[in-house]
T-cell receptor, first 114, second 116 residues
């Protein structure tokens, strides 16, 4: 059974600081996703990571993937209040081609204070 | 472009009633997913379809839950009879075929279901 663990589950930080959210998963997979969810809203896709060593950046967010360690990170640089949200990592359930369901981590609830 | 469309947005009903949730995927997407989100269990996959065919329904909690996809542009998730523990936000998502590996699943706005 695929398990996805995120840490921390809750993070309160100040504007301007840097921090990293970690996502570990238990079995081989070929795709890892990061999503953002604002309170009462839907999930917004941030990144899709496909291969070992993949790094993607969008604004103050950067995601990376180490498939050998089964670890992905989401790094926040110089945080601003607008980044306050819950961040989920999700792993495709089966290796290989085809669309499959995702297993989600429990999410990291991020609060960025002025 | 229209995203994934779910209806209703909110549903409040009494225990024992039948509940039907609806989803219209993004045009051209041939994979459709139903997820449930609760505080206790987080986001869970219930069932997904490829080309209108159910592929994996192992996440469906019990026989009270059923899902159909009669055509490429419509899916339903039905709960009969409903119970208070079914209260959750139900999300529908769709995606392009698996070969488009750099594309995410796109989520609808969800249906917030409350069973009294």
């Amino acid at each position: 059974e695929l398990k996805v663990e995120q840490n921390p589950l809750f993070l309160s930080m100040q504007e301007g600081k840097n921090y990293t959210i970690y996502c570990n998963y238990s079995t081989t997979s070929d795709r890892l996703y990061w999503y953002r969810q604002d309170p009462g809203k839907s999930l917004e896709s941030l990144f899709v990571l496909l291969s070992n060593g993949a790094v993607k950046q969008e604004g103050r967010l950067m995601a990376s993937l180490d498939t050998k360690a089964r670890l992905s990170t989401l790094h926040i640089t110089a945080a601003v209040h607008d980044l306050s949200a819950t961040y989920f990592c999700a792993v495709k359930m089966y290796s290989g081609g085809g669309a499959d369901g995702l297993t989600f981590g429990k999410g990291t609830h991020l609060i960025i204070q002025p | 472009d229209a995203g994934v469309i779910q209806s209703p947005r909110h549903e409040v009903t009494e225990m024992g009633q039948e509940v039907t949730l609806r989803c219209k995927p993004i045009s051209g997407h041939n994979s459709l997913f139903w997820y449930r989100q609760t505080m206790m269990r987080g986001l869970e996959l219930l069932i997904y379809f490829n080309n209108n065919v159910p592929i994996d329904d192992s996440g469906m909690p019990e026989d009270r839950f059923s899902a159909k996809m009669p055509n490429a542009s419509f899916s339903t998730l039905k709960i009969q009879p409903s119970e208070p523990r079914d209260s959750a936000v139900y999300f529908c998502a769709s995606s392009l075929p698996g070969g488009f590996s750099n594309q995410p699943q796109h989520f609808g706005d969800g249906t917030r279901l409350s069973i009294l």
